[in-house]
């Protein structure tokens, strides 16, 4: 036990590591004991920051932030992620450590279906909006969904543009069998590598212009592909929105 009677969470990922090398361990458990010991990573990072921020608002009053953007930076965007190399380690499924009405633009990739839907998707979506200015913008790239759809039924050629693209490096060639296999790898791609995290939910268009509606946002529209700011390699099969906040409304003149 910590000092405030919170189970040790370095402890347990030691437990983790001492089960997961042991020979005996079974394939499933180890599978979930590594999703843990990913959990218990990030959450060492988030706390970290969290003890340098603890009312959650960092001291930086970014302009253009990117977020979950990896390896990826982009000049002049303050980048968060939960894991190096980043500006600041922060698990944004916990929120946005960003002042209210400060950012002028926030720019993701590849990011948001990595995170579980509801809760954490559509809590996202809420603190974007939040730390927008008036008239703010959110660039959101995804894989298609719709794309991956259009796709099936049909027979998988065997060199599909789509495999090639995606999943050439990746060690699941030859368990990309069926144009199901592909819809599959876009909804729930559930790599066992340590290092990979699983697609939790998949989007199209129509999703990510409900989701940021429902956030409040003005309007909701395709984002033309940008290779200063995106990374050109998510270009194909990607669906980008750009959505943008209400300009401040002007106030009502008291009655005369
Ligand atoms: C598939 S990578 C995409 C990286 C980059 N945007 C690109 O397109 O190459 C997903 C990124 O989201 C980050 N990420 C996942 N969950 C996160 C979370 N809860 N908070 C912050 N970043 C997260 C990961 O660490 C990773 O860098």
């Known amino acids: 036990m910590s000092y405030f009677g919170m189970p040790s969470v370095d402890l347990l990922g030691e437990q983790i590591d001492a089960v997961l090398s042991a020979p005996s361990t079974t394939h499933g458990l180890a599978r979930s004991l590594r999703t843990a010991a990913w959990e218990i990573e990030l959450h060492g990072y988030h706390h970290a920051s969290q003890r340098a921020w603890p009312d959650s608002r960092i001291d930086q009053k970014?302009?253009?932030?990117?977020?979950?953007?990896?390896?990826?930076?982009?000049?002049?965007?303050?980048?968060?992620?939960?894991?190096?190399?980043?500006?600041?380690l922060w698990d944004v499924r916990e929120g946005i450590p960003l002042h209210d009405d400060t950012v002028e633009l926030i720019f993701s990739e590849h990011f948001l279906e990595h995170i579980d839907y509801p809760r954490s998707?559509?809590?996202?979506?809420?603190?974007?909006h939040r730390a927008l200015t008036p008239g703010g913008k959110i660039i959101t790239g995804v894989p298609d969904a719709a794309f991956a759809l259009s796709q099936y039924?049909?027979?998988?050629?065997?060199?599909?543009?789509?495999?090639?693209?995606?999943?050439?490096?990746?060690?699941?060639?030859?368990?990309?069998?069926?144009?199901?296999?592909?819809?599959?790898?876009v909804f729930r791609d559930q790599d066992d590598d340590p290092k990979y995290t699983p697609h939790l939910w998949a989007y199209d268009y129509e999703k990510l212009v409900q989701l940021?509606?429902?956030?409040?946002?003005a309007t909701v529209e395709p984002w033309t592909f940008?290779?200063?700011?995106?990374?050109?390699?998510?270009?194909?099969?990607?669906?980008?929105?750009?959505?943008?906040?209400?300009?401040?409304r002007p106030t009502a003149r008291p009655a005369e």
């Open 62 to 88: 970014p302009t253009k932030v990117q977020i979950g953007g990896g390896t990826h930076r982009i000049e002049d965007f303050f980048n968060i992620d939960a894991v190096p190399p980043a500006d600041l």
């Open 121 to 128: 998707a559509k809590n996202y979506v809420r603190e974007a």
């Open 153 to 185: 039924p049909g027979p998988l050629h065997p060199a599909d543009e789509m495999v090639e693209r995606w999943y050439a490096k990746r060690d699941c060639r030859n368990d990309i069998n069926t144009q199901l296999d592909l819809v599959n790898l």
């Open 212 to 217: 940021f509606t429902e956030a409040d946002f």
């Open 226 to 248: 940008d290779p200063q700011i995106a990374n050109p390699k998510r270009r194909w099969g990607s669906v980008y929105v750009i959505a943008t906040k209400q300009r401040s």
